[in-house]
């Protein structure tokens, strides 16, 4: 992917989301329209740029969070000294989710689309295991590591 092809892809999410700010707030005076600072270098940052894209086209994308949930079990207490003292830890308690769920789920024309994303790292066993059970659903599954490289499929899906 050559940089110039990845700033195109996204300038192009930016225009999207400017085009729609402007239906949406048609009296706002143009100097003070922003838009989000989009970027694919952290895997917050593309997951971002494909729900926005997503919904920006029509179509309906939500990330998926699988990480559990923290229970913080420490007591703050005042000790006879008169000093402010913490006992105790946390607990992680494992997702009610489904395990290796993928981080977007999204519909795009009718379609069940769940998007895994990922910057250096690789499928996990259940990650495979959710991605056969979705394909076998007749659902689509897709793995994306850069914003251009989701551009490049959403234009092939949609055509």
């Known amino acids: 992917m050559s940089s110039k092809s990845h700033k195109a892809a996204l300038n192009h999410l930016r225009e999207l989301y400017l085009t729609d700010h402007r239906k949406r707030f048609p009296s706002l005076p143009e100097y003070a329209r922003t838009s989000p600072r989009y970027s694919d270098r952290t895997a917050n940052g593309l997951t971002q740029c494909v729900i926005d894209y997503i919904r920006l086209n029509g179509g309906q994308a939500e990330r998926i969070n699988s990480t559990g949930r923290y229970l913080d079990k420490t007591k703050t207490f005042e000790d006879v000294t008169g000093k402010v003292r913490t006992i105790g830890s946390g607990q992680w308690i494992p997702t009610s989710g489904v395990k290796g769920t993928a ?34 659903a007749g659902g689509v599954y897709l793995i994306v590591r850069s914003f251009t490289e989701f551009l490049e499929w959403y234009n092939q899906f949609v055509k």
Do not use: F
């Not at 769940?114 to 990650?127: P, W, Y």
């Open 103 to 136: 981080d977007v789920s999204a519909t795009i024309r009718g379609r069940s689309v769940k998007i895994e994303v990922k910057m250096k790292d690789k499928q996990s066993d259940d990650q495979k295991r959710y991605q056969q059970a979705v394909e076998a």
